[in-house]
């Protein structure tokens, strides 16, 4: 098989695999047929399938234990503060009517600030969004947002001038990984104009990146008036051992 045709069955079979983890259709503990039976399935090299595994074993939606076997691997405990929120249903949730506006949409190559895309692969597109959400009125939330046409195809043809764009991923674009940081910043000259606020004022800054099996599709970062936001997440004492004496 030639590498152009190698190269398209992985992704066949990492697609396939995902799906059926993602959807439901393999819960949780299901064991996963062998290496050497996805093989024979596929008609493919075990090498093939083993750096498929390995890419959903990092993205850690399989368990690889020896004698054991694969099997899906149980969802871990996640503090609400770290899921993905929807920032229409978050305004909303406060009793306060909810307004969008888009201020900027570029495409764009990839060039060497994108740290968060995968340098492995060529002629990266990105497609870089401003958008601003309000609630009662009043600036809520500024979203700068890039997402990668890799894993998007389909966003190219999305204007964003109505709907926002988390929603619209959150629809229509799977993701198995995420990673949150958020940190306290002065507002840049930016994010000053677009949230009614003087320029260095304390402000919440949500960075978000998801990816989707190992291949990354969105960063954001969301930008709240320190002021006027904060996250709250409700949790129990962690399970102890009692130290021995």
Same mark, same amino acid.
């Given at each position: 098989?030639?590498? =152009?045709?190698?190269?398209?069955?992985?992704?066949?079979?990492?697609?396939?695999? =995902?799906?059926?983890?993602?959807?439901?259709?393999?819960?949780?503990?299901?064991?996963?047929p062998s290496e050497t039976e996805?093989?024979?399935?596929?008609?493919?090299?075990?090498?093939?399938?083993?750096?498929?595994?390995?890419?959903?074993?990092?993205?850690?939606?399989?368990?690889?234990?020896?004698?054991?076997?694969?099997?899906? *691997?149980?969802?871990?405990?996640?503090?609400?503060?770290?899921?993905?929120?929807?920032?229409?249903?978050?305004?909303?949730?406060?009793?306060?009517?909810?307004?969008?506006?888009?201020?900027?949409?570029?495409?764009?190559?990839?060039? *060497?600030?994108?740290?968060?895309?995968?340098?492995?692969? =060529?002629?990266?597109?990105?497609? =870089?969004?401003?958008?601003?959400?309000?609630?009662?009125?009043?600036?809520?939330?500024?979203?700068?947002?890039?997402?990668?046409? *890799?894993?998007?195809?389909?966003?190219?043809?999305?204007?964003?001038?109505?709907?926002?764009?988390?929603?619209? #991923? #959150?629809?229509?674009?799977?993701?198995?990984?995420?990673?949150?940081?958020?940190?306290?910043?002065?507002?840049?000259?930016?994010?000053?104009?677009?949230?009614?606020?003087?320029?260095?004022?304390?402000? #919440?800054?949500?960075?978000?990146?998801?990816?989707?099996?190992?291949?990354?599709?969105?960063?954001?970062?969301?930008?709240?008036?320190?002021?006027?936001?904060?996250?709250?997440?409700?949790?129990?004492?962690?399970?102890?051992?009692p130290a021995e004496s």
């Amino acid at each position: 098989m030639n590498a =152009e045709g190698d190269e398209t069955l992985h992704g066949r079979i990492l697609r396939e695999l =995902e799906g059926r983890i993602l959807s439901g259709e393999w819960q949780p503990g299901h064991r996963l047929p062998s290496e050497t039976e996805i093989a024979a399935a596929y008609g493919c090299s075990r090498m093939t399938v083993n750096k498929v595994m390995t890419q959903l074993t990092r993205a850690g939606l399989i368990v690889r234990q020896r004698r054991a076997g694969t099997s899906v *691997a149980q969802p871990g405990p996640q503090p609400a503060i770290l899921e993905i929120q929807d920032i229409q249903r978050e305004v909303e949730a406060s009793k306060s009517v909810y307004g969008y506006r888009l201020l900027n949409r570029a495409m764009r190559e990839a060039n *060497a600030g994108d740290t968060w895309l995968d340098p492995s692969e =060529e002629r990266l597109e990105v497609l =870089e969004l401003i958008c601003l959400h309000s609630a009662d009125g009043q600036p809520f939330c500024l979203e700068e947002r890039q997402i990668s046409l *890799a894993a998007a195809a389909d966003v190219s043809a999305v204007d964003f001038s109505v709907r926002p764009p988390g929603q619209w #991923l #959150l629809d229509t674009v799977r993701w198995s990984a995420a990673e949150h940081t958020i940190r306290a910043v002065a507002a840049s000259a930016q994010a000053s104009r677009a949230l009614g606020i003087a320029k260095g004022t304390p402000c #919440l800054s949500v960075e978000r990146k998801t990816w989707n099996v190992g291949r990354p599709v969105t960063k954001v970062v969301l930008t709240y008036p320190g002021q006027t936001h904060a996250l709250t997440a409700r949790f129990t004492p962690a399970s102890t051992k009692p130290a021995e004496s």
